[in-house]
């Protein structure tokens, strides 16, 4: 299996997947860098969160981010803003990133940071259109929720680190993913993802 199969898991890749690797196309990571996906209003808003500005040719459209619920809506903004941070490490092939431990925490933080140096390794960045939809949060008590959602990644692919070629071979894998992450708020008001489920091709996202 070859580095670039392996960055098929699905997008972000920051925890445990039911996806095939037999693909070389990572098709698109996650982005946020969609006005869509702002925060609510809220007392998440005086945070001193990370500054990412994604570059011009990294687009996402989320469709109904938001359920009018105010904690539910703070939940889907971080889960947005992790989206954001972590397509900004891999696209710089950062670590390190700072954003990282800011929107992840636990199991998800150690497998968002393999994710990103599995790129790092394959010498692989990505390009392209990646469409977020059907979110569903599901609160417990004050300071823990889960948020389950789809993407769709059919207009998303992989991108030599050093030669910027966009490999737009077909795949045979499915470009529908879902996505089912644990989140819980920190003393900061900072809703953490601490684990993360990925399932390619799930007929949640397909129907």
Known sequence: MTAAAA?????????????????DKVAGAEAGNEESASPS???????????VKLPSDVTDKYENWKTGDDTEDAVLADTARRIDVTND??????????????YYRDKALTGAV????AYVDANLSFTGTTRYYA????????????????SDES????KDRKTNKVDKTPSDESPYVLYNTRLE??????????NL???????????
Request: glycine share 12%.
């Open 197 to 207: 489920v990925s399932k390619r091709g799930d007929k949640k996202c397909t129907a």
């Open 7 to 23: 960055l098929a898991l699905s997008a972000c890749g920051s925890g445990d997947s039911d996806s095939s690797k037999d693909s």
């Open 41 to 51: 209003a809220g007392a998440t808003d005086a945070v001193a969160r990370p500054q």
């Open 155 to 158: 207009m998303g692919f992989n």
């Open 135 to 150: 979110p569903q949060v599901t609160l417990s008590g004050e300071n823990s929720a889960t948020a389950v959602y789809c």
């Open 185 to 194: 708020m920190n003393g900061q008001g900072v809703w953490q993802t601490t």
């Open 114 to 117: 393999e994710w990103v140096q």
């Open 89 to 102: 490490a891999i696209l710089r092939g950062d670590t390190g990133a700072p954003g990282l431990s800011f």
